[in-house]
Every structure is written in C-alpha cells, then in structure tokens.
C-alpha cells in the first residue's frame, strides 16, 4: 500500500479501505487524498482507530472528485452502500428533511428524514437542513403547536405554554376548533399563502373583539405581528419571482463575496453566504459549488437570479456573467431594484480569507515588526450631527470576534465633530483596557486620517498604553502609522485586504447601530404627546409598522383592528400625515 500511495494526487476525494477479499472495511473523505492517505498508512499508535483500519486492510481505492462538498456527498453514498464496519455515522439512509404537520387530533410539526415516515401534510425537502430546524422553531413561535412528541392529558401545562410557544391542548386550554385554526396557519405559512392568512387574521381579530373574547384576540394579534415581521415585507418584494433562488456578488477590498437566498412561495426560506479570493487562479470549479449546491429540484418558474458589482477584473466578470448557477433551461437575470436592499442585508460582511501565514510575512516585511494577535478598529457613524455613535469592532488570531464588539453613543459632543466623538469613545474604552476590565489589543486601528490618527495617539498617550495605532484613510485605502509611515495597501494584495475587510466592518457596525438610534428618535418625536397614546400602544405600533410611512396607507379602523382605540387611531394617523405628507 506505501508504494502506491506513491501513485495517489494531491487532490479532493473519497478513499476506501479494503480486506483481501475485496470488502470494504472504511471510507473516508480528504482535501488531498496523499496527505489523508498517508496519515493513516504511518500511524504507529495501537489505540488509534487509523492504525487499526490499516491493519485489517489489503488494499485501498480512491475516487477524485473536484471539492470537498461533492467528496461529503459520495462519502455519504459509498457509506450507506457498503456498511463498512469502521464507520459509525451516516451507516443509515438519511437525506434531506422534510417538515411534516402530523395527522393528529392536535397536530404538530415535525422533522423527518424518510418522507414516508409520519402521516400528514408534508413540505420541503430543506437544503441545508438548518433550514428545516430553524423554520420548525418559527412554526412554534408564531403559531404556538404543541412540541412534545405525544400529547397526553396533563393536570398543569408544561414550561412550552408558560414561554407562551403553546396553548396546551394537553390540559384542555384551547378548544380542537381554535387549534386548528392554529394549524391552519402554519399551513398555509409553509404553502406560501401567507397574505391571504394574513388578511383573515384582521378580520379575526375584529370579530373576537367584537364579541369581547380579548384574549383570543390578543393570541390572534400575536400572530398577526409575528407574521408580518417574518414574512410580509419578502413577499411583497419577492411577488414577481415567488420561486427563486438569488445571487449577489461583490468585490470588497479585493475579495468576492455574496450570498445566495433561497426563496419559495415568496418566502426566503434560507440563505448561503460564500467568498473567494481572486489572488489565486480562478476556479471555475469553485464557483460550481458555490453555485449549485445545495439546490432542490426546482420547478421550471425558478429563476436564478445574479448581480455582479464593483468588479475590475475582466476575468473574473467573465466567468461570472457567463456562469448559468443553476441550469441551462433556467433564466438569469439582474436582481430588481427594489430586491437590493434586502439581499444587501442578508449578506455577511466579507471575511478575509487568504492564509494568516502570507499576511503575516507581508505585514512584517512592510511594517518591520511584529504580526498583531489581537485588532481594534473603530469608526464614527452620524448624520449631519444626529445620532452620533461609535464603533468597536475585533479581529484576533485570523477571525472577528463578535463577542467583544462594542457600540458607544456619543453624549458629550454637540453636531458634527468627528475628533471630538473619537476622542470621547476612545477615552471610554482605552480607559477600561487601562484598568484590566478588557483584553489589550496589539494594533489599534482608526477610521481616517492623520487627523484623527493624532487624536487616537493622544488619548494612548494620556493613559500610557503601549499598543500600536494605525489609521486607514477612504478611497485611497493609505495606512498611516504612529511611528509616520505612509503605507499604500494597493501596492500590497494581502495588507489591501486585511485592512479594507477591518475598516468596512467597523463602519457596517456603526452604520446599523446609528440607523436603529435614528430610527427610535423619530418614532419618539412623531408620537410624543399624542393622548392615549401610551407606552404599550406605541411599542405595538412600532412592532406592527417599524417604518411609520407604512402608516400613511392605513385608515382609522385598520389600526383599531389591532388593538389602537379609534380616537387614538385617528390621532395617530393625523400626526404622521402632518409629518409625511398625505403620501
């Protein structure tokens, strides 16, 4: 076997050992089958399951293939065909999940792998399988079915009914009529039938209040403001397209980055963020898998939809202007206008992705000293002087690090004085990092340039820290350093990368957060002093309608179906007309 290990590539695939009768007794999957081959052929260790493998083996084979997810999926396969007796896992024949709505008395929704396993109403398959988890927990949120696998009679409900995720049919609390009702939406849900739903529940809602039974009102509120969040603004916007699957593709600081969203009955079911670095080759064989992966069998009215930005390489805008990512009979198209937004937002910031060990040598090179373990980068985020925030976020040891994320809302700065609003943030958290309260970082870099560079050295300086600060300036992308270096990135691919991905994700930060504190402070001074109008009242209005303009299209008594009194209502819609205009 050590000779023709001799013979075997460096390449992705699938490899299985055999006895001498030609039984197969393992199979494995590899990036490169001679590095995972020869780890097993050299193992000395008794107790190690490899050296065990090869000690009952004869022979081995391999099968390349061209990635590491097409070698997960033939692992899979030759697994649940040959049942060798070295694997433990995926020895059964499970494939992708389905969610089923039992036919019960009292339905629920389950998760199950063999579509003929459990009787009722059933939908997907769900590519990945995350999806099906995560859309079976909204199901229970939004619609409250019961989660235990029996339902067995119970003098005090379980802790499901007191989180409010259940109505405890177990104990008698919900009549059979009311918890189909229930059921029937989460039917409709999956079946894409939300608006029509939607519209039931208004009128719902009104009759229960009518008839003065609040509490179910409320629960059928609930659902109602659930729904709306979930899904009403995607389906409006994804009504032309219903059954998708969406692309967007960017270049940010030298790397592509996008995200793939699947959509169903209008409904984004799940989403794929990827990102590839065009330093090396292009591998169209890369963007194959980014591409089709994971895609279902797709009806004929699915359409692949692609948006390629901010690219300047001819070579890379070849491949992907001319990259079918689902299949030849299906057509590509740009993504709307009005879809931008929403894919934008369901795209992950790009991640740098090039090996630590070529940024480090670069890094050392230019700067002449040691690679940082740990980077703090801050920005200021306002518009014309409202809102002013900052932000903090970290990189360490080749990743951010979301749990150390930080947001500061500026309180000692009056309009737009962007020195003043990063001395004050920064005397905040290097005042903590002063007193040991938070890890200290080995870089710290600022959002601009030398003039905010000198504010950041000065507020070290005060506290007599010793870490390094940089700060990068826009559009030329020019580092400047504490010692004076001018440094420009674009003469070097590696440092261009790092330094663009930590400055945009910093500023992504501090944009959301300074959006979220604009946007309350609008919703307070439009609702301030509106009578009636309490608390409890505009936190519903505010969950049901986060943009208020929404409020222009409604009449008094839509917002008196929800739970506003009418006087209120009217109110309240006066108020945002003289604020908006009558639209």
Known sequence: MREKLKEVPELPGVYLFKDEEGKVLYVGKAKSLKDRLSTHL??????????????????????VVKNERE?????????????????V??????????????????????LVRKRDSVSGE???PFIPAKNARSLKELLHKVFKLRKCKELSSRSKPCLQYYIDRCTAPCCGYVSKEDYRKQVEGASSFLKGNVRSYIQKLYREIEEAAENL????????????????????????LFEEYPNCDVYYVEERGGLFSGVKLTVRNGIVYGKENFSFDPVDPWDEGLLETVFTYGSPSIDKDVVGTMWLMNSEREEGVKILANFNPLDTSLKVEPIPEKLLPLVKRNRSPSRYCVSLS?????????????????VEVFDISTLQGTGTVGSCVVWEKGGFKKEDYRRYRVKSVK??????????VLTRRFRRIKRGEVKKPDLVLIDGGVGQLNVALKVRDSFSLDFRVFSIAKREEIVYTDDGEVVETKRYPHLYRFFTSLRDEAHRFALAFNRKVRSREMVKSILDGIKGLGVKRRKLIERLYPDLRELLHLTPEELRKVGI???????????????????
């Open 42 to 63: 050299n193992c000395t260790d008794p107790n190690q399951k490899s050296y065990r493998i090869v000690k009952a083996s004869a022979d081995f084979d391999y099968i």
């Open 71 to 87: 070698a997960l999926a033939l692992e899979a396969e030759l697994i649940k065909r040959h049942l060798p007796p070295f694997n």
């Open 89 to 110: 896992l995926m020895k059964d024949d499970k494939s992708y999940p389905y969610l089923v709505i039992t036919d019960e008395e009292f339905p629920t929704v389950k």
């Open 122 to 124: 059933k939908f997907g």
């Open 213 to 236: 039974q609040f509490e179910r009102a409320a629960l059928l509120r609930d659902q109602l403001i659930a729904l709306k969040n979930v899904y009403e603004e995607g389906a409006l």
């Open 358 to 374: 070529n940024l480090k040598e670069e890094y050392e090179r230019v700067f002449l000293d040691a690679f940082p373990d740990r």
């Open 415 to 424: 309009g737009v004085n962007d020195y003043a609003s990063m001395e004050e």
């Open 565 to 583: 009194p009418l006087p209120v209502a009217e109110a309240v819609l006066e108020r945002v007309r003289e604020v908006f205009g009558k639209g």
